[in-house]
């Protein structure tokens, strides 16, 4: 099993739209949970980033992580053509902070 | 702004032929990273510097090899590319490696990437 576990998608959905992506992973230890979005042919950037169980809103996005399931999600509300991008989950252990593990990377696609 | 920055955006190199990726950070952060991401692929992390300290990751090929001349610049060598070296190389910073209490400290922040291609 690996460690973290990404629905690659792809996923297309309507302007305006609410989106749900989901990580799931296997490691009790980690503590730190990251969300990157990364356009075609450019770096990852830090949307969100939240520690331990809990929820996280930034405008638009909101971050969940639910560490009894080992399952974090993010949703963007009231989705824009400009969100289409890949997004990738991350998250880090006590211990071993430097090192993110990432997921592969869910493909979205918002359609005007 | 501050920022990290790659040269060049796109490589291209041939079999064997020695390669240099540049990365710079206006961040002032202490630590920097260096990932190669393979296409629909999670990056790869091969090493890190915090500071002057390098530290390998135990996969990372010996073909590969970096320096930090100084807290702004990073480098990455890939002594004898090969084909299966192909890949966006991703420079980040961190400011630390540990985190504080409420979890701060650690979080990456990436460079556009430089897209090398090896005939």
């Known amino acids: 099993q690996k460690e973290v576990e990404q629905d690659p998608g792809p996923l297309s959905v309507p302007e305006g739209a609410i989106v749900s992506l989901n990580c799931t992973y296997s490691?009790?230890?980690?503590?730190?949970f990251m969300w990157y979005r990364q356009y075609s042919r450019k770096g990852p950037e830090l949307l969100m980033y939240?520690?331990?169980?809990g929820n996280k809103e930034d405008g638009r996005f909101t971050a969940q992580v639910d560490k009894s399931s080992k399952y974090i999600s993010l949703f963007i509300r009231d989705s824009q053509p400009s969100d289409s991008a890949t997004y990738l989950c991350?998250?880090?252990?006590?211990?071993?902070?430097?090192?993110?593990?990432f997921g592969k990377g869910t493909l979205l696609t918002v359609n005007p | 702004d501050a920022m990290v920055i790659q040269n060049p955006r796109y490589q291209v190199t041939q079999f064997g032929k020695p390669v240099t990726l540049s990365c710079s950070q206006t961040l002032n952060h202490n630590v920097m990273y260096w990932y190669q991401q393979k296409s629909s692929q999670a990056p790869k992390l091969l090493f890190h510097y915090y500071d002057k300290d390098f530290n390998n990751e135990a996969d990372t090929p010996d073909n590969f090899q970096s320096r930090r001349p100084n807290t702004s610049f990073c480098f990455l060598d890939i002594r004898s590319p090969g084909l299966g070296d192909a890949a966006m190389y991703l420079c980040?910073?961190?400011?630390?490696?540990?985190?504080?209490?409420?979890?701060?400290?650690?979080?990456?922040?990436f460079g556009p990437g430089t897209r090398l291609t090896v005939l």
């Open positions: 980040a910073t961190s400011r630390e490696t540990g985190t504080s209490r409420s979890g701060r400290g650690n979080e990456q922040f």
């Open positions: 490691n009790s230890a980690f503590q730190y």
């Open positions: 991350a998250m880090t252990a006590i211990g071993s902070n430097y090192k993110l593990t």
């Open positions: 939240t520690y331990s169980s």
